[in-house]
């Protein structure tokens, strides 16, 4: 079965820095665009980044961009979101996802459980 597990969520202040990782099993992950999403409670889940199957093509949110990097380890697995500079708005439970195409963001064929990351101010 496919699996995509997050990790590296948690508490920090602001102004630090975060790496979150997902580890996915079950699928040829190496074909899949891979995204990373968020939730805040009361709010719709929306796109932060997403990074294609070669690795060389990424995107970013306008409310991340120049502040967290995605990238991938084919090899491994595993798909990394790089948060620096966190803000508190920055407080949500972030969501890995398979994409069925790197060209629609809003088509997820699988997600992971979520792991949280809470920026204090």
């Known amino acids: 079965q496919v699996q995509l597990v997050e990790s590296g969520g948690g508490l920090v202040q602001a102004g630090g820095s975060l790496r979150l990782s997902c580890a996915a099993s079950?699928?040829?992950?190496?074909?899949?665009?891979m995204g990373w999403f968020r939730q805040v409670t009361g709010k719709e889940r929306e796109f932060v980044a997403a990074?294609?199957?070669?690795?060389?093509?990424?995107t970013y949110a306008d409310s991340v961009k120049g502040r967290s990097t995605i990238s991938r380890d084919n090899a491994g697995n595993t798909v990394y979101l790089q948060l620096n500079s966190l803000k508190p708005e920055d407080t949500a439970v972030y969501y890995c996802?398979?994409?069925?195409?790197?060209?629609?963001?809003?088509?997820?064929?699988?997600w992971g459980k979520g792991t949280l990351v809470t920026v204090s101010s």
């Open positions: 079950g699928l040829p992950f190496s074909l899949y665009p």
């Open positions: 990074i294609a199957w070669h690795s060389g093509s990424t």
């Open positions: 996802a398979a994409l069925k195409y790197y060209s629609n963001l809003s088509t997820v064929d699988y």
